[in-house]
């Protein structure tokens, strides 16, 4: 099982607003910057989060993060069918010394 | 733009080593870590190691033992070498450029680009 939890799955309709969660410890998020990665099969993963909110050029401004304590969140705003895909969110770890993953969540846009 | 394809077989004898090469194109290879990620089906993302342009690496202690990142920076290239492989080690495996400072105490690692994964089965 993954050192980060995640719900395994998400759901939304277009147009809502979907947050998924990501909770760790102390030795990960309490410690470390979050970062989200979206991925679907056969295709590269990409960043869409990186130090716990900031958006790398070209991802849109509907995907926002957050980080509080030893837990982290995303949240997609104006929900798109594009969107669908696997979200993973990621944290260095201190106890493994290396970056450690969540489950991942599967988000449909019904 | 920075880009990266993985290559090799997609067939490993158990007992066997796996063998993958990832190359790079579009962008410079110092200031950052070539790593290596994986998947195995149904599973989550699972960092392997890294390597910098310098030759340091840095294994996933779990994997410590098996684990072999090499780098050619003339060819734009770096390979990974797993060894004693076993049905465990099926997954997509992935390559990427990572980012990674621990200077400041609070670790900034991300990862990006990615390569689009190969998928590697272990099996006789």
């Known amino acids: 099982q993954s050192v980060l939890t995640q719900p395994s799955s998400a759901s939304g309709t277009p147009g809502q607003r979907v947050i998924i969660s990501c909770s760790g410890r102390s030795s990960n998020i309490g410690s470390h910057t979050v970062n989200w990665y979206q991925y679907l099969p056969g295709t590269a993963p990409k960043l869409i989060i990186y130090s716990n909110s900031h958006r790398p050029s070209g991802v849109p401004d509907r995907f926002s993060g957050s980080k509080s304590g030893t837990s982290a969140s995303l949240a997609i705003s104006g929900l798109q069918s594009e969107d669908e895909a696997d979200y993973s969110c990621a944290a260095w770890d201190d106890s493994l010394n290396a970056p450690v993953f969540g489950g991942g969540t599967k988000l449909t846009v019904l | 733009q920075v880009q990266l394809q993985e290559s090799g077989p997609g067939l490993v004898k158990p007992s066997e080593t796996l063998s993958l090469t990832c190359t790079f194109s579009?962008?410079?290879?110092?200031?950052?870590?070539w790593t290596w990620i994986r998947q195995p089906p149904g599973k989550g993302l699972e960092w392997i190691g890294h390597?910098?342009?310098?030759?340091?690496?840095n294994y996933n202690p779990r994997l410590k033992s098996r684990v072999t990142i090499s780098i050619d920076t003339s060819m734009n290239q770096f390979s990974l070498h797993l060894s004693s492989v076993t049905a465990a080690d099926t997954a997509v495996y992935y390559c990427a450029r990572g980012s990674y400072d621990c200077s400041g105490g609070v670790c900034l690692n991300w990862y990006d680009p990615w390569g689009q994964g190969s998928l590697v089965t272990v099996s006789s």
């Open positions: 579009g962008g410079s290879i110092s200031l950052y870590y």
């Open positions: 390597i910098s342009y310098t030759g340091n690496t």
